[in-house]
């Protein structure tokens, strides 16, 4: 049986050859300070983006091999056309963040509220698969 680390380096492998180089922006969410009913969200950069390979496929509501990919569609969720990203599991995948696909960057996502799932072996983090809906133009992650 193969230990944590030989898991992590075969997941890491097979998405590094199959998948698209993929950017993670951090954000902090802040507000105005300003004491109003409809306070306003501030997000702020957090740091230096991470880029690391990640195994997009696009979701279909027929195949619901998984049965968190079936309670998020039960609870509406997800939809059809969203996307599925798999990417190692030592990425920070806490706060508020946005995907970018492709590098250049083609397409911005933000990731669907509970749509985060981290697989383990022995404690160790093998892989994550979040579920992540495409942002449009100029939209910023959190406010879909």
Not at 75 to 86: A, L, P
Not at 115 to 125: A, K, V
């Amino acid at each position: 049986m193969a230990g944590a680390e030989q898991l992590q380096n075969d997941v890491f492998n097979y998405v590094a050859e199959r998948g698209d180089m993929v950017r993670f922006k951090y954000w902090t969410v802040g507000s105005t300070g300003v004491d109003d009913y409809d306070d306003q969200q501030v997000l702020t950069q957090d740091g230096a983006d991470a880029w690391q390979s990640g195994l997009v496929q696009t979701v279909s509501l027929k195949d619901l091999s998984s049965s968190h990919m079936a309670v998020l569609r039960q609870q509406g969720k997800i939809r059809e056309g969203d996307k599925k990203i798999y990417f190692d599991g030592t990425i920070n995948v806490s706060g508020t963040f946005q995907v970018g696909v492709g590098s250049p960057v083609r397409e911005e996502y933000s990731i669907i509220p509970g749509g985060i799932n981290t697989e383990f072996s022995n404690g160790s983090p093998i892989y994550h698969k979040c579920f992540m809906r495409i942002l449009p133009n100029g939209s910023l992650a959190g406010t879909m």
